[in-house]
């Protein structure tokens, strides 16, 4: 009867350990700042948005948006230059920013608008963010701003000061600024004055994106009275239309002090497009009920996964869990119309949503398996909107924004997403649609992927090919990839010779030295050979890395890396040395930080090393060094991140490492096990089944895994399918503070 009464009381306490609103953990601001060191930057934004949304809403703190932080918002800085509805969430490049609004007190005379003096001081302690909503007081004005959004559109509201004026600026002229390359500017844009409550326009911008439109319609709660219309220094006072590359509007509203509304609809295909936005989306004048459905969204996003850790914990993970539903951005309108990488509007099938943004280089890793894992459907829209591309484009998107390839990055990693949404079943995803899409972008020479040379070698030759031992072991990954998905389709050719490509990467090891390293077209190895030299993105044979950092990337093949080295033991003396031998040259390449020996988790060629372990029999090594990373580099503070967050990547080692599984081989559809941070997790599936990870009596000690059971069998293999997760059912692990 005892133990019948303690099983009573245990089902009802864990009963209650998820019942909460998951919105609550989420902290925007992680990732906005840079610490003491300047180690710690997630490039993140803590604006407004809706997951997956077009508008991404939220204040810039320079006028000219520079590289650092990428996003346009630095918590280290306390100055708003205006606030804009197009951003982007870690990444290291930076571009978007589109249509800047900027409420003030201040008479609105042509100097005072064209010299951006409308910018504000402002503090974190009046500043505040959840998901899908901001707020701040501008201190300047003494206006408070509040932020919320929908798909495409982002809804403020002003409330200002008794007895003061109430005017905004409107600017299109805000953008990155980068004066060495000049390659970012606005070639054209207009605003047109509709009514007094009504302003419509668009710009043209080239930068990242080589050439991206955006249209766009605002309209205000109460009626503007005057209005000042500027082009840089050209006053155009008079007319209602105005046409330029430096626009900026001032509005003067009637009355003093009070609320203010705006609503902004923006289209990327065409003036009718914001307008068909805008009526979907913004028809209410209801600020609050924008707020609870964007609220809503978030909360179903979130509420996916339960976790019974700390507040510190959950504050992470839920705010990693956010970061990776920023981004992609959906790029098509209500009405299904879209831009092409050719220019064209076309109209998608019915049910079928176009998406950019597209950090693969990053993303492929974790991000797109996470949301292969918890939104099958999703996957669906994101891989039929990467196939759309490579139709018109040529080969599968590198990087893309705003629906055209910028081509920043190496190899070519929607590979694995398509691999993986083929080889767990994703339903909506047409298998042979994709393998044909997989080997055209594999077989069609470009920048970094001249195949003609990869083929004839059988690895990239530095003279011919900068960049050459990076590219030789991703493009052996991304071919293993297309070998995986043709032999699961029974195509027996094309696997054949994609598993060939897939070895490349045996011919650029050196044993004599113990690294892949570079040789010339005539197959010799090129010397001096520093494995510590950093490259950055051209001109060296390693990409934002160096050669202990890519030494470990065969994730498609462990054991063949593991028998380079002749033995586990002498693989398992260089792991070790890996995470051990601090030796800093002077030449670090900016996108490294975070650093444990040579491992750097900062940027993402290190995120997988710490599970090689695992493969080579010491799963135990790998708890050990999970378990540090998680607690070294993750922090609920703004400087939460030891890198850019990179639309998510680096959020997403958080979860799954969290949750006590990695996808290893991103392109397969296994995990490794590794160690889990929590007593009690669920993943709500879509299926409508539920994954339970539990480790019961675990202390923040045991880190060390015992055994693990699934649904009350041994796994005796660290491996764990999606299949088996998909199937429902019960993860256990009995944990240990000993090996």
Not at 112 to 134: C, D, K, L, V
Not at 701 to 710: E, P, T
Request: glycine share 8%; hydrophobic share 35%.
């Amino acid at each position: 009867m005892k133990r019948l009464v303690l099983l009573a009381i245990t089902l009802l306490l864990t009963s209650n350990i998820f019942a909460d609103d998951h919105t609550q953990y989420v902290n925007p601001f992680i990732g906005t700042q840079t610490d003491a060191t300047g180690a710690l930057s997630g490039s993140t934004f803590p604006g407004a948005c809706v997951p997956f949304g077009l508008v991404q809403l939220c204040p810039e703190t320079e006028y000219y948006v520079t590289w650092d932080p990428c996003s346009g918002y630095d918590y280290n800085k306390n100055t708003i230059y205006g606030i804009t509805h197009t951003h982007l969430s870690g990444t290291g490049c930076t571009d978007l920013f589109d249509v800047s609004l900027m409420p003030t007190t201040t008479a609105l005379t042509p100097d005072f608008i064209s010299h951006y003096r409308y910018s504000s001081t402002f503090s974190h302690e009046q500043e505040g963010a959840e998901p899908g909503y901001y707020w701040v007081n501008l201190l300047t004005p003494g206006v408070k701003v509040e932020l919320t959004a929908t798909a495409h559109a982002g809804i403020h509201r002003y409330t200002f000061p008794a007895g003061k004026p109430k005017n905004v600026v409107v600017d299109l002229a805000k953008m990155t600024k980068d004066e060495s390359r000049r390659t970012y500017r606005v070639i054209q844009g207009q605003m047109k004055i509709v009514d007094d409550h009504t302003i419509v326009g668009y710009r043209l911008h080239t930068g990242w994106a080589k050439l991206r439109r955006v249209y766009f319609r605002v309209e205000f709660s109460e009626p503007f009275t005057h209005h000042t219309m500027m082009d840089a220094t050209r006053n155009y006072a008079s007319t209602d239309i105005a046409n330029g590359s430096d626009l900026r509007l001032g509005l003067e509203f009637k009355g003093s002090g009070g609320t203010l509304m705006a609503k902004v609809a923006l289209s990327t295909v065409d003036s009718e497009g914001a307008d068909r936005n805008f009526r979907a989306e913004a028809a209410s004048w209801d600020f609050n009920a924008y707020r609870k459905a964007a609220h809503d969204q978030w909360e179903k996003r979130l509420a996916q996964i339960d976790i019974d850790g700390t507040p510190e914990q959950k504050r992470i993970f839920y705010t990693g869990l956010y970061h990776n539903y920023v981004q992609p951005n959906i790029m098509n309108d209500v009405d299904g119309r879209y831009v092409t990488t050719t220019y064209e509007v076309k109209q998608l099938p019915k049910g079928q949503n176009y998406y950019s943004t597209f950090s693969l280089w990053d993303t492929f890793r974790a991000t797109q398996p996470l949301y292969n894992l918890l939104d099958p459907q999703m996957t669906a829209q994101l891989v039929n909107a990467m196939i759309i591309h490579q139709q018109s484009y040529g080969y599968l998107p590198i990087w893309d924004l705003w629906g055209q390839d910028n081509y920043c990055m190496i190899g070519n990693h929607a590979m694995p997403v398509l691999a993986r949404a083929v080889l767990t079943g994703i339903p909506g995803v047409d298998p042979q649609a994709a393998l044909r899409a997989m080997v055209e972008s594999s077989t069609r020479s470009h920048l970094n992927s001249p195949f003609e040379i990869w083929e004839k070698y059988g690895y990239m030759p530095e003279p011919l090919q900068t960049q050459s031992v990076s590219i030789t072991l991703e493009q052996a990954f991304d071919d293993w990839c297309v070998y995986a998905v043709a032999q699961k389709l029974g195509r027996a050719d094309i696997a054949d010779r994609f598993y060939k490509r897939s070895e490349y990467y045996r011919n650029l090891f050196d044993p004599s030295i113990g690294f892949f390293a570079p040789k010339d077209e005539k197959g010799n190895w090129i010397r001096p050979f520093d494995p510590y030299k950093y490259g950055a993105n051209g001109g060296n044979p390693f990409t934002e890395g160096n050669a202990w950092q890519y030494m470990w990337f065969v994730p498609q093949n462990p054991q063949g890396l593991i028998s380079l080295f002749g033995s586990r033991d002498k693989f398992i003396k260089k792991l070790d040395q890996n995470f051990n031998d601090s030796t800093r040259p002077s030449d670090i390449n900016g996108n490294a930080s975070g650093f444990i020996g040579q491992y750097a988790h900062g940027n993402e060629p290190s995120h997988h090393t710490a599970y090689l372990y695992t493969f080579a029999g010491r799963p135990d090594k790998t708890q050990e060094m999970v378990a540090k990373i998680r607690s070294k580099f993750y922090n609920d503070k703004p400087y939460g991140y030891a890198g850019n967050d990179d639309c998510g990547q680096m959020s997403a080692w958080y979860i799954f490492s969290s949750l006590g599984f990695y996808p290893f081989n991103a392109g397969s559809n296994d995990f490794v096990i590794g160690t889990p941070l929590f007593n009690n997790a669920t993943i709500h599936l879509a299926n409508g089944k539920t994954f339970a990870i539990r480790a019961p009596h675990k202390t923040d000690k045991d880190i060390y895994v015992r055994s693990v059971k699934l649904n009350g069998k041994a796994i005796k293999d660290w491996k764990l399918t999606q299949q088996q997760i998909m199937n429902g059912g019960t993860l256990e692990f009995k944990m240990s503070a000993k090996r």
